[in-house]
C-alpha cells in the first residue's frame, strides 16, 4: 500500500482503467472502480496520517 501512496490519483486511476481495458470490463465498470479505489484511498491517507 505504501508504495501505491506515492503514486498520484491520476497515475492509479490509469491503471486501473488499463487493467479493467485488458480484462474486458466495459467503460463504466472500469469507471466505477476506480471511483471506489481512489475513495479507499483517501481514507487510507486520512487514516495514516491521523494515526
Do not use: F, P, W
Not at 28 to 33: E, H, I, L, R, V
Amino acid at each position: 500500500m505504501r508504495k501505491d501512496l506515492g503514486r498520484t490519483d491520476e497515475e492509479v486511476a490509469q491503471l486501473i482503467l488499463y487493467n479493467c481495458h485488458q480484462m474486458g470490463e466495459t467503460q463504466q465498470a472500469a469507471q466505477g472502480m476506480v471511483e471506489r479505489c481512489l475513495e479507499n484511498r483517501r481514507k487510507s491517507v486520512l487514516q495514516v496520517s491521523l494515526g
